[in-house]
């Protein structure tokens, strides 16, 4: 299948720091990619709609200037986390589409971001 | 309308038997409803998937069954193994984001 490669797998920050999660699609141009949040033991929540070339949408209670959202080019999408706190904590996974078809979906191994 | 309702919420099967996770959604655009694995501190990949057009789609021990005027589908394992222990979800699309299901945790026991 097509290969989605997460950077960084993990990362601990203070309270107050921003920090920047890469997705790639490696094999493959994604138009479209997908921010999710994961609580422990809980489902993926989606954060965003990343297209490229234009802005995100974000879904319903998201912030969208604490959660930037920049989707450069066909292969790259970044998450950056701004003045992260404690809550902000979570396992964060991102995922892209391969060409138009509406459904299928391919994911990084996920961001897992600690705040202290 | 959005949601996809997933049971149970963890299941506890012996080594060989059958694993059966099922879904419900209410949005009858849906017109893809892929099964994803994931194991701890991974992301979720892709196990299977199927689309309304057909009643059933198996891939080796992996068997999607599929009632459109249930507006249910369901996942089985055959043979489970302990290697299958993880965490299933289900979702559904149309043209839309995937919509998941709130998982089923799985452990196969020996």
């Known amino acids: 299948g097509a290969v989605v490669s997460q950077h960084p797998s993990w990362v601990i920050c203070k309270s107050g720091t921003s920090v920047k999660i890469e997705c790639r699609s490696l094999?493959?141009?994604?138009?479209?990619m997908f921010w999710y949040r994961q609580f422990p033991k809980q489902s993926l929540m989606l954060m965003a709609t990343?297209?490229?070339?234009?802005?995100?949408?974000?879904e319903q209670g998201v912030e969208k200037d604490k959660f930037l959202i920049n989707h450069a080019s066909l292969t790259l999408s970044t998450l950056t986390v701004t003045s992260a706190h404690p809550e902000d904590s979570s396992f964060y996974i991102c995922?892209?589409?391969?060409?138009?078809?509406?459904?299928?979906?391919?994911f990084g191994e996920g961001s897992r971001l600690t705040v202290l | 309308q959005q949601q996809v309702k997933q049971s149970p919420q963890s299941l506890i099967v012996q080594k060989g038997g059958i694993s059966i996770i099922n879904c419900a959604y209410e949005?009858?655009?849906?017109?893809?409803f892929p099964w994803y694995q994931q194991f701890p501190g991974k992301g979720p990949a892709l196990l299977i998937a199927?689309?309304?057009?057909?009643s059933e789609k198996k891939e080796g021990r992996f068997t999607i069954s599929f009632n459109k005027s249930a507006k249910q589908f369901s996942l089985h394992i055959m043979d489970s193994q302990p290697g299958d222990s993880a965490t299933y979800f289900c979702?559904?699309?149309?043209?839309?984001?995937?919509?998941f299901g709130k998982g089923t945790r799985l452990s196969v026991i020996a």
């Open positions: 094999d493959f141009q994604a138009t479209t």
């Open positions: 995922s892209a589409r391969m060409g138009n078809w509406a459904g299928e979906l391919f």
């Open positions: 949005n009858t655009a849906f017109d893809y």
């Open positions: 199927i689309r309304p057009d057909v």
């Open positions: 990343s297209n490229e070339g234009s802005k995100a949408t974000y």
């Open positions: 979702a559904a699309s149309s043209s839309t984001p995937l919509v």
